[in-house]
């Protein structure tokens, strides 16, 4: 099975900064990885698929970058907006499963 | 526009069983592979059982040999049989239609699963 690591699983930033989340994954899963935002109550909203590709309507400050098993999220100016919790998760195979999760605080 | 409805999420008893729905639509549903993932009080997500359009079936190893998914394509419904159900299995549960490149594109509101006495 494909286990994937986040870091860090919490962070503090202010509105302005430069954030970024990584994801590694215990096997090559090649750009098979998405990143998701959950915020309290809510079902999860994509972000980014295929390692770097901007899901419709997201806004362009979020970028995903990496391929193999060393993968990013990067917020490049945090807004009050991205407070939530942010999931990377690979479909190279099954089991199909999520990182652990990195809660955002602004 | 995309829309999945959950359906049957109710207060169970330890062993028992229960029958999640979802209702699909604006897509043709038919062609789409679908997901239910999971996600207990306070934690992360969990991904449960994929169905794909023609019916094959993937289970977590929590759940195989308990959950079943199936799929009526005539309905445009996704269903997830459960049984054995123990207080690990407390969750909200989504239903996810996945892209046809295979990540996790449109999802439910949820529907809550409580196993308690």
Redesign the interface.
Do not use: V
């Given at each position: 099975d494909i286990q994937l690591t986040q870091s860090p699983s919490f962070l503090s930033a202010s509105v302005g900064d430069r954030v970024t989340i990584t994801c590694r994954a215990s096997h090559d899963i090649s750009s098979f990885l998405a990143w998701y935002q959950q915020k309290p109550g809510k079902a999860p909203k994509p972000l980014i698929y295929a390692a770097s590709t901007l899901q419709s309507g997201v806004p362009s400050r979020f970028s995903g970058g990496g391929s193999g098993t060393d993968f990013t999220l990067t917020i490049s100016s945090l807004q009050p907006d991205d407070s939530a919790t942010y999931y990377c998760q690979h479909f190279r195979s099954y089991p199909l499963t999520f990182g652990g999760g990195t809660r955002v605080e602004i | 526009e995309v829309q999945l409805l959950e359906s049957g999420g109710d207060l169970v008893q330890p062993g028992g069983s229960l029958r999640l729905s979802c209702a699909a639509s604006g897509f043709t549903f038919s062609s789409y592979a679908m997901?239910w993932v999971r996600q207990a009080p306070g934690k992360?997500?969990?991904?449960v059982s994929?169905v794909g359009n023609t019916g094959n079936t993937?289970?977590?190893?929590s759940v195989k040999g308990r959950f079943t998914g199936s799929r009526d394509n005539s309905k445009n419904t996704l269903y997830l049989q459960m049984n054995s159900l123990t207080a690990a299995d407390t969750a909200v549960y989504?239903c996810v239609k996945?892209?046809s490149?295979?990540?996790?594109?449109y999802?439910?509101?949820?529907t809550l699963v409580t196993v308690s006495s």
């Open positions: - | 997901t992360g997500l969990e991904w994929h993937y289970y977590a190893d989504y996945r892209d490149s295979g990540w996790f594109h999802w439910g509101q949820g």
